[in-house]
C-alpha cells in the first residue's frame, strides 16, 4: 500500500452507490483516501440510494442544484473542487467515479502535474475519458467480483472476454520491453510498457493480477525461474 493523499470525488449522478467499496479498495493501492465527496443534487429521488452509503463510508455530499434545465452544475463543482485541491498542492492520487465524458480534460490536466488518475466507470464511458486517465476500471466488473460468493470458482464467475485489442496492446509490449535470446521478457516490464500506453487495468476483465489475465490468453506463456520474477513470452 502506498501512504499518499487520494482524493475521491463522485459524480452521483453518473456512479453507482454499490460501487463505493471497491473503488475505495482499488484506490487504497495509490494511499489513503482522506478526501472523500459526492456531487449532485440530493433533492432527486433518483439520488435516493446514495443516503445510506454517504454514511457508511464517511463521504461529504456536496449539494448542487439545478438552476437551469439541461445544464449540470455538478460536473463544474466538481471540476473546480479538483483544480483546488491540485493547487493547494494536496493530492497525491485522484479518483473520479463517473461515466461522463465532460471529465476527461480534468483528467488530463491533473496527470500533467504527475499525479495519478483513476476513472471508475461503466464499460460504455465514452473512450475520450477512459484513455485520459492513469487507469481506467469497470465498477461493474468490481461489483460482481464483490458479490461471487467465496469459493475455488469466484475468479472464474466474474472474469470478462478479453478484447483483441488488449491482446494487441500486451502484445506490442512484449514486442518492445527487453527480451533474452528464448523471447522472454519480464511480465513487469510488459505490463508497465503497457500500462504506459493505456488506461487498460486487469480489474475491468475480472482478474486480480496481470499474471492471471495472461495465463488465460494462448498467445503467451510464462514461466518462472527459482522463485524468480514472472517473464512472459508470446508464441502466436
Not at 439545478?66 to 473542487?81: E, F, S
Not at 461515466?99 to 460504455?124: N, T, W
Not at 466488473?141 to 464467475?157: H, N, Y
Amino acid at each position: 500500500m502506498a501512504d499518499g493523499n487520494v482524493a475521491l470525488l463522485i459524480d452521483a449522478d453518473n456512479a453507482r452507490p454499490a460501487g463505493l467499496d471497491p473503488v475505495l479498495t482499488a484506490l487504497a493501492e495509490l494511499g489513503t483516501v482522506n478526501i472523500r465527496r459526492a456531487y449532485g443534487n440530493w433533492r432527486k429521488p433518483a439520488l435516493k440510494g446514495w443516503v445510506d452509503q454517504l454514511h457508511r463510508f464517511g463521504i461529504e455530499p456536496q449539494q448542487q442544484f439545478d438552476l437551469t434545465k439541461g445544464k449540470n452544475a455538478t460536473d463544474m463543482k466538481l471540476t473546480i473542487d479538483a483544480m483546488d485541491l491540485l493547487y493547494r498542492g494536496r493530492l497525491d492520487g485522484l479518483g473520479i467515479m463517473s461515466s461522463d465524458s465532460d471529465f476527461m480534460p480534468l483528467a488530463m490536466r491533473v496527470r500533467q502535474d504527475g499525479i495519478l488518475v483513476y476513472g471508475f466507470g461503466s464499460a460504455k464511458t465514452p473512450e475520450g475519458f477512459q484513455g485520459a486517465c492513469t487507469r481506467f476500471i469497470d465498477v461493474d466488473v468490481l461489483i460482481d467480483a464483490e458479490r461471487q460468493s467465496p469459493g475455488p470458482d469466484t475468479k472464474a464467475a466474474a472474469k470478462k472476454k478479453i478484447d483483441p485489442d488488449v491482446v494487441e496492446l500486451l502484445g506490442n509490449a512484449w514486442k518492445a520491453a527487453k527480451r533474452d535470446d528464448q523471447g522472454y521478457a519480464l511480465l513487469g516490464e510488459v505490463g508497465q510498457i503497457a500500462g504506459n500506453r493505456s488506461s487498460f487495468d486487469v480489474r475491468s476483465y475480472g482478474y486480480a493480477r496481470l499474471s492471471d489475465m495472461i495465463a488465460d490468453i494462448p498467445n503467451f506463456v510464462t514461466e518462472r525461474i527459482d522463485g524468480g520474477p514472472m517473464r512472459v513470452k508470446r508464441v502466436r
